[in-house]
């Protein structure tokens, strides 16, 4: 069933820390690490005892991380797919604004920032620094991403704190090819809001 015999004696700890009391905040904070540790590695029986042991599936760690950005990130589907069924949010932002979606955008996992995309979460959320998911998507040349950003609605004229769009994003990166498709996104949104 378990892995290993850490798992197994991590579990078993799980299972009775309801009824500990803490006297030191290090033992919490270990389990703390094994906890992002799981979410990290795509250990589902790990996350599985930590949440019925009654772990928050959004805690956050530090820098504001929760167990659904750190899975994005790492590329585990099948761990953000069972968080999303228990309740993690896929809006949380961590201390820099950023979100489970960018996340996922920032490492190519398409896969994932296509699940993402199907929760209720902004498509124009905008980080501490301004920045969208779509600009993500143009900064890091993540073209396999951008029409979904498009169909659920991410407004290609939104400006970041330095000033920069999407399009401008894709041209500092030489992706002129990318910055044609944006710039005509753009112009077609600009004909759908003249025409209403």
Known sequence: ???????????????????????????????NDYYFAAARMGDMELMQAFLEAGFSANLANDKGYTP???????????MVN?????????????????TALMAAIFRAEVFIAKTLLTQDCSPNHQNKAGQTPLMYAALFDRQSVIDYLRDKGANVKLQDNSGNDAMSLAISQGNQRLASRLQAAQASSVEASSTQ
């Open 68 to 78: 659904i950005m750190i899975a994005a990130y790492q590329g585990q589907e099948n």
């Open 82 to 98: 069972y968080l999303l069924e228990q309740g993690a949010d896929p809006c949380a932002e961590d201390k820099r604004g950023n």
């Open 1 to 31: 069933m378990f892995k290993s015999s850490h798992n197994l004696m991590l579990a078993v700890y799980l299972c009775f820390m309801p009824n500990m009391v803490l006297a030191e905040p290090e033992p919490k904070d270990q389990l």
